[in-house]
């Protein structure tokens, strides 16, 4: 069998389809070795990550994969972690949401059931009825009074009886429904979450920045984007390793949420780099927040919190520009990247927006 290590950065392997345990074998060492060569950990999730490129059975993932190798040699246990709950882990988002849906399912069933129960019954209760007032005016005799009395009561037992079966079916599939719809409500919920620094992800920052737009041209009200970059953040995870590196980040984060208002929304877009939406913002006031937070991460004290050893200065670099009427979500991204490019290769630890040359 060929082997499926890419011979460079970024290639992607072809698909594993394994005719023997040869095969499998030859996989898991080339597994070993694309561990080995970007520097990663061997656990076991670390494992099934580099398996699964390796063997080349998931496209997406393989995809995935190569695209962050092509920005860098190796992968952080966060991505290692992000990628294998988003493409292996049996516990994923779409397979949850598959789960409710068919729970979803299986409780509209259910009322729909009750509901033909209850209008079965009704029916027979119905022709009950209608038996009972035909014989009625035909009756003699005071037994034969007393039998359809009788018979009328005994439906209305059962009737009551049935209906009450059906007011608990109905209160316990409402109550299933709405257990259903807040776990969706939660999973909708983180599945715009980024799960180490809890602010929102790529996807929920691409959503939210179409919709400003849309509100901006149609209010005409302005606007910032602002990008935001740790500083040699690299040097921490080697230096220190990915465990401070991880606390740098949850720190970084929170920094930015303490510093922006309940509208404004801040987002990992990957790696250490975030981005700001800054509504009813103009680049002067975009800027001078910019330059305010700048200063308030190189004063905070990033402590791990199991050894509270302190990690050291940090600082971070930032981009800033104003949406313009015309401007796409790209064109403006690519704008705020191109003035934190420019903070980068000023000296870091600066902000450069529209008003900097």
């Known amino acids: 069998m060929q082997s499926h290590i890419p011979s460079e950065v970024g290639a992607a392997p072809q698909p594993f389809n ?13 597994t070993m070795d694309l561990i080995q060569r970007h520097d990663a950990l061997p656990d076991p999730v670390a ?21 962050k190798l092509s920005k860098s040699q190796c992968l952080s246990p966060f991505e290692i972690n992000e990628i294998y ?3 292996l882990e049996d516990n994923s988002a779409q397979a949850k949401s598959q789960k409710l849906g068919l729970e979803f399912e299986d409780s509209l069933s259910a009322v729909s059931d009750l509901i033909l129960e209850s209008v ?6 119905r022709a009950t009825l209608e038996a009972v007032g035909q014989r009625i005016p035909n009756a003699v005799s005071s037994n034969e009074i007393d039998e359809l ?3 009328l009561v005994t439906e209305n037992q059962k009737m009551s009886q049935t209906m009450q079966e059906l007011d608990k079916g109905l209160a316990e599939s409402q109550a299933q429904i709405q257990r259903l719809n807040a776990e969706l409500d939660e999973m909708q919920k983180l599945s715009l979450r980024d799960p180490l620094t809890e602010v929102s992800n790529r996807r929920a920052f691409d959503a939210c920045l179409v919709r400003v737009i849309e ?13 935001a970059d740790i500083d040699h953040f690299k040097r921490v995870n080697d230096t220190l390793g990915h ?36 509504p009813d913002t103009n680049i002067i006031a975009a800027h001078n927040l910019m330059v305010r937070i700048a200063k308030h991460v190189r004063e905070s004290q990033f402590v791990s919190n199991d050894d509270h050893v302190r990690i050291g200065r940090v ?22 990247d191109q003035h934190l490019y420019s903070a980068k290769h000023s000296g870091r630890d600066c902000v450069r927006s529209d008003l900097t040359p």
Do not use: H
Request: charged fraction near 25%.
């Open 18 to 30: 394994p005719r023997s345990k040869q095969d499998i074998y030859r996989v898991a060492a080339e």
């Open 47 to 67: 494992y099934a990550v580099w398996f699964a490129f390796a063997a080349g059975s998931n496209a997406a993932l393989v995809e995935a994969v190569s695209r």
């Open 85 to 87: 709950a988003e493409f």
């Open 120 to 125: 079965k019954n009704n029916d027979s209760f």
């Open 149 to 151: 009395v009788a018979r």
């Open 215 to 227: 509100r901006a041209v149609s209010t005409r009200q302005p606007f910032c984007l602002a990008m």
């Open 243 to 278: 465990q401070a590196g991880d606390i740098v980040l949850k720190g970084f984060s929170s920094v930015l949420r303490r510093n922006t208002k309940g509208q404004d929304m801040v987002a990992r877009c990957g790696g250490e780099e975030f981005a700001i939406i800054l």
């Open 315 to 336: 600082t971070a670099s930032f981009g800033v520009c104003e949406f313009k009427p015309g401007t796409t979500a790209e064109d403006l991204f690519d704008r705020a």
